[in-house]
Antibody, heavy 122, light 108 residues
Framework: EVQLVESGGGLVQPGGSLRLSCAASEFTFSSYSMNWVRQAPGKGLEWVSHISGSSSTIYYADSVKGRFTISRDNAKNSVYLQMNSLRAEDTAVYYC???????????????WGQGTLVTVSS | EIVLTQSPATLSLSPGERATLSCRASQSVSSYLAWYQQKPGQAPRLLIYDASNRATGIPARFSGSGSGTDFTLTISSLEPEDFAVYYCQQRFNWPPFTFGQGTKLEIK
């Protein structure tokens, strides 16, 4: 069964940094794009960042551009989110989610991790 | 950026009733719309993709319809486990992928 397991969340002061990891298993990791989606407490879902299977295509939400960096290591079946210059409004549960756009795939974020909580507070 | 507006914000129904949830896009997304279910403390789960295709393992009581700017998620007969928050999401014009604000389906 496909599994995505996030780690690396925690409490950080405003202006600080944090690196999230998402370990994938039971699928051909390099064949899929990966995304980070966040959810502030009591709020809805917000897409954060996307990386293609080969890392050739990377996108960010305007709210995190210039502060967050997405990367992946296909040899380790992992995707990462380096978060710098963190703000209170970055406080959220961060999910990694698998995405495949080919016609043979389910056209959405078909598997999600359980999420990791990032709290930005002094 | 395509804005998705879901209605109603909250829907109060009883088990066994039919639920109809709406998602309207600010411009056409063709059929590139998905629906997700999220229960408290859990990650979202893909229910419907490309407007009307059930994801793997999703019961037949869930169905999706629509194209262009207006979409509907229908739950034909509510089971106790269906009470949750539902989100729509478009993948027609991205980045960014955008989500609706959610509809909370609660027990009446």
């Amino acid at each position: 069964e496909v599994q995505l397991v996030e780690s690396g969340g925690g409490l950080v002061q405003p202006g600080g940094s944090l690196r999230l990891s998402c370990a994938a298993s039971e699928f051909t990791f390099s064949s899929y794009s990966m995304n980070w989606v966040r959810q502030a407490p009591g709020k809805g879902l917000e897409w954060v960042s996307h990386i293609s299977g080969s890392s050739s295509t990377i996108y960010y939400a305007d709210s995190v551009k210039g502060r967050f960096t997405i990367s992946r290591d296909n040899a380790k079946n992992s995707v990462y989110l380096q978060m710098n210059s963190l703000r209170a409004e970055d406080t959220a549960v961060y999910y990694c989610a698998r995405y495949c756009s080919s016609p043979s795939c389910q056209g959405g974020f078909d598997y999600w991790g359980q999420g990791t909580l990032v709290t930005v507070s002094s | 950026e395509i804005v998705l507006t879901q209605s109603p914000a909250t829907l109060s129904l009883s088990p066994g009733e039919r639920a109809t949830l709406s998602c309207r896009a600010s411009q056409s997304v063709s059929s590139y719309l998905a629906w997700y279910q999220q229960k408290p403390g859990q990650a979202p789960r893909l229910l419907i993709y490309d407007a009307s295709n059930r994801a793997t393992g999703i019961p037949a009581r869930f169905s999706g319809s629509g194209s262009g700017t207006d979409f509907t998620l229908t739950i034909s007969s509510l089971e106790p486990e269906d009470f949750a928050v539902y989100y729509c999401q478009q993948r027609f014009n991205w980045p960014p992928f955008t989500f609706g604000q959610g509809t909370k389906l609660e027990i009446k």
